[in-house]
């Protein structure tokens, strides 16, 4: 069962959503059915793949004792820099393996299960927080359900513990859950006519008119494919919040109208935004404090660009270790850095960055830098270069 594709995970949501919404409206608690619900979901995803299933367990198991140790040990020894290296490598070398392993063919089968670059990313922001002295006890039972929450597990939005567990905690009142299904049951709906309508639709005319050979087609390929890009998981992203809320769990936004940005900047506040959000917060700002302590220089400008080419490098490779997905990555720390180079030292901005004509012209200069992102993200500008 494919998870928000097929017909039958609709149905069987349907079913299990019933007793989700009668609890939520006598105001029991949802947590534990949801956490049952959810391991069907898992189950049922995985194809009742044993060996997944036991390397899903590993991971799970494996990386919660990576955080069980670690916390003590923090308590112990304070923020000792070499301790926290050694848990925060033991937290990202499962998916660092995935990637590496997936470019190779994965003959193993190793880590080769369902939402493992999702899951990784709440573990190592645990693991971060707890050595940023926020995070002082990780509950067994919080813990699996925000790794293995099954609106999310497949493809996010990437939600933190913290804001998950409070959701946990919580059971809304009558009247504020009748508000969240209401909300969740049109969310779902969005979604749907996103991915299944407009985004096949996109698709189609890819397929169609896009992959003949010239130019023009090449052009059509990717206005077509960044269009399908969006709506096919900005539509997934909103179903996955919609069904969220009907479990009691406020998921937070993954898109906000992207295409009417600016700039790059702000494409990447509105894109994908709890995956961005998530480099910026604990990559970007990271190598950025990191920099600045080590007096690397004093120029903030060279600082910032060489922060945005590592953390969009990185974003890149965990996508995956192909020479296209790191070029998108590398391609769009380039141009932030460079949007921020811009903005800092031109007069020429300073001075019309308010004017229709200019904040007209800057849509449109980044809707098309954004598209070729899109088109280097596919694959097809690398294949066609290869020809």
Not at 242 to 259: A, Q, R, V
Not at 313 to 336: A, D, E, Q
Request: charged share 15%; glycine share 8%.
């Amino acid at each position: 069962m494919q998870l928000f594709s097929d017909t039958s995970f609709f149905i069987l949501a349907g079913i299990l959503s019933i007793p989700a919404i009668i609890m939520g409206l006598k105001e029991v608690s949802i947590r534990f059915y949801g956490f049952g619900v959810t391991l069907i979901f898992l189950w049922l995803a995985m194809g009742h793949n044993l060996r997944a299933l036991i390397w899903l367990a590993g991971f799970t198991f494996g990386e919660y004792a990576v955080i069980r140790i670690y916390l003590p040990l923090r308590e112990k020894y304070g923020r000792n820099k070499h301790i926290y290296h050694i848990f925060l490598a033991l937290s990202i070398l499962p998916v660092a393996a995935n990637k590496v392993l997936t470019a190779v063919g994965n003959p193993y089968h190793m880590f080769a299960f369902l939402g493992i670059s999702y899951m990784s990313f709440k573990v190592i922001q645990i693991v971060i927080e707890i050595y940023d002295d926020v995070i002082h006890e990780v509950r067994p039972f919080d813990y699996f359900y925000l790794l293995w929450f099954f609106p999310t597990v497949m493809s996010g939005p990437i939600d933190r513990s913290r804001r998950f567990n409070a959701d946990l905690e919580k059971v809304p009142a009558r009247s504020e859950y009748i508000e969240m299904l209401g909300s969740g049951l049109s969310r779902i709906l969005q979604g749907l006519v996103y991915k299944k309508v407009i985004g096949t639709g996109f698709y189609q005319l890819m397929q169609w008119f896009g992959l003949k050979a010239g130019f023009s087609h090449a052009l059509i390929y990717m206005y077509c494919y960044g269009f399908y890009l969006f709506f096919d998981f900005a539509g997934y992203s909103s179903m996955a919040i919609g069904l969220s809320k009907i479990f009691g769990i406020n998921t937070p936004e993954n898109f906000n109208k992207p295409f009417i940005s600016k700039d790059i900047k702000e494409f990447w506040d509105r894109w994908h935004i709890t995956l961005s959000h998530w480099f910026r917060d604990f990559i970007f700002s990271r190598v950025t404090m990191g920099l600045i302590r080590k007096r690397f220089t004093r120029n903030k400008l060279v600082i910032a660009t060489i922060a945005f080419i590592i953390n969009m490098g990185i974003m890149g490779c965990w996508h995956g270790l192909t020479i296209y997905y790191i070029l998108y990555g590398l391609y769009h720390g380039i141009l932030l850095s460079l949007t921020e180079i811009y903005q800092k030292k031109s007069k020429f901005y300073k001075k019309h960055k308010k004017d229709r004509w200019f904040c007209f012209l800057e849509w449109l200069i980044t809707f098309h830098l954004v598209m070729f992102g899109f088109f280097l993200f596919s694959g097809r500008f690398t294949q066609l270069l290869l020809r």
